[in-house]
């Protein structure tokens, strides 16, 4: 058990629909990090959050947006949705921001688009 | 940009063989590298990373890893590998993008099937 929590664990919806993943963080960590993995493209960087502040960007379409809360817990939100965003997403989180640091991963969200 | 290349996307073997899974990365800046393993059905978990230092670096379940800076490669390799370690291994590299961030770059996998 990493101690990243994440729900829930399956999400199953139609196109054009709107969801949101959530994420705790490990006790003490303050950047969390998403990535989506699929068999396409593997596992991509999204987004990544420092102590309540955008961090850092990656392959993050427009269509989706994240935020880091004050208790440190963040929120993936995916709209518009299509049949590609089906994929498992997993939140990630560190001690600080180092590029040194371990990230320690959730157990993911996988999400499918009907 | 940093990418990260594993070189083989399923590798089979007999139970107690010796296993390498080979990762070749591309950066034009220092970087840190990872190796983490993903069982069926869970998120990943790390195996091991270099940061600096002794190029051979030990993990977790007898695992360990050669960083070659010349050769831009950390393979990670086992002596005697168990059923049990049949999963999915990502090599990974972390490397400066500006700012005071680092940016965590994937291979692609490496799907480890350990036979009986």
């Known amino acids: 058990d990493s101690g990243v929590t994440q729900t829930p664990k399956h999400l199953i919806t139609a196109t054009g629909q709107r969801v949101t993943l959530r994420c705790s963080p490990r006790?003490?960590?303050?950047?969390v990090y998403w990535y989506q993995q699929s068999l396409d493209q593997g596992l991509q960087f999204l987004i990544q959050y420092y102590n309540g502040e955008e961090r850092a960007k990656g392959n993050i379409l427009e269509r989706f947006s994240a935020q880091q809360f004050p208790d440190l817990h963040s929120e993936l939100n995916l709209s518009s949705l299509e049949l590609g965003d089906s994929a498992l997403y997993f939140c990630?989180?560190?001690?600080?921001?180092?590029?040194?640091?371990?990230?320690?991963f959730g157990p993911g969200t996988r999400l499918t688009v009907l | 940009a940093q990418s990260v290349t594993q070189l083989d996307s399923q590798v089979p073997v007999f139970e107690e063989a010796p296993v390498e899974l080979r990762c070749n990365y591309s950066s034009s800046v220092s970087v840190y590298l990872f190796w983490y393993v993903q069982y069926p059905n869970q998120g990943l978990q790390l195996l091991l990373k270099?940061?600096?230092?002794?190029?051979l670096v030990k993990g977790i379940n007898g695992f360990e890893a050669e960083f070659n800076k010349s050769q831009t490669s950390f393979h990670l390799r086992k002596p005697s590998v168990h059923i049990s370690d049949t999963a999915e291994y990502f090599c990974a590299v972390s490397a400066f993008s500006g700012g005071s961030n680092y940016k965590l770059t994937f291979g692609k996998g490496t799907l480890l099937t350990v036979n009986p």
């Open positions: 990630a989180s560190s001690p600080g921001g180092r590029g040194g640091d371990t990230q320690y």
């Open positions: 270099y940061l600096s230092g002794s190029t």
């Open positions: 006790s003490g960590d303050l950047s």
